[in-house]
């Protein structure tokens, strides 16, 4: 994973959702959760915190509080960060040969 960002003086995030898939990809692949938290932070950082409060309709000193990596925010929380990011968590196999052969996503309903 790159180094967080220097929102002050580094834009290339803002608005741009296959920089911040791939930030937050990165820090996926640690697989260390206070890596992926902060990561998802800097990406809020970089849209300007207070103009990301508005667009995800959640509270500004929530958002610094649950991503700044001493606590580890709800999954209900990160899928609305991410939705405002304009990014999606999406699972794959570990492994490549890994597949069920399911297509249809009825099976979660079940």
């Given at each position: 994973?790159?180094?967080?960002?220097?929102?002050?003086?580094?834009?290339?995030?803002?608005?741009?959702p296959k920089r911040?898939?791939?930030?937050?990809?990165?820090?996926?692949?640690?697989?260390?959760?206070?890596?992926?938290?902060?990561?998802?932070?800097?990406?809020?950082?970089?849209?300007?915190?207070?103009?990301?409060?508005r667009k995800s309709?959640?509270?500004?000193?929530?958002?610094?509080?649950?991503?700044?990596?001493?606590?580890?925010?709800?999954?209900?929380?990160?899928?609305?960060?991410?939705?405002?990011?304009?990014?999606?968590?999406?699972?794959?196999?570990?492994?490549?040969?890994?597949?069920?052969?399911?297509?249809?996503?009825?099976?979660?309903?079940?």
């Open positions: 994973m790159p180094r967080s960002p220097d929102v002050e003086k580094n834009n290339k995030y803002r608005d741009d911040i898939a791939k930030y937050i990809n990165d820090a996926l692949a640690t697989q260390n959760t206070t890596i992926v938290v902060k990561a998802i932070g800097d990406m809020i950082r970089a849209q300007g915190s207070s103009g990301f409060s309709n959640l509270d500004r000193a929530s958002l610094y509080r649950s991503f700044s990596g001493r606590m580890s925010p709800g999954l209900d929380r990160v899928m609305e960060v991410l939705q405002s990011l304009d990014v999606m968590l999406i699972a794959r196999p570990r492994h490549s040969g890994s597949t069920s052969g399911r297509s249809s996503k009825s099976h979660l309903l079940s």
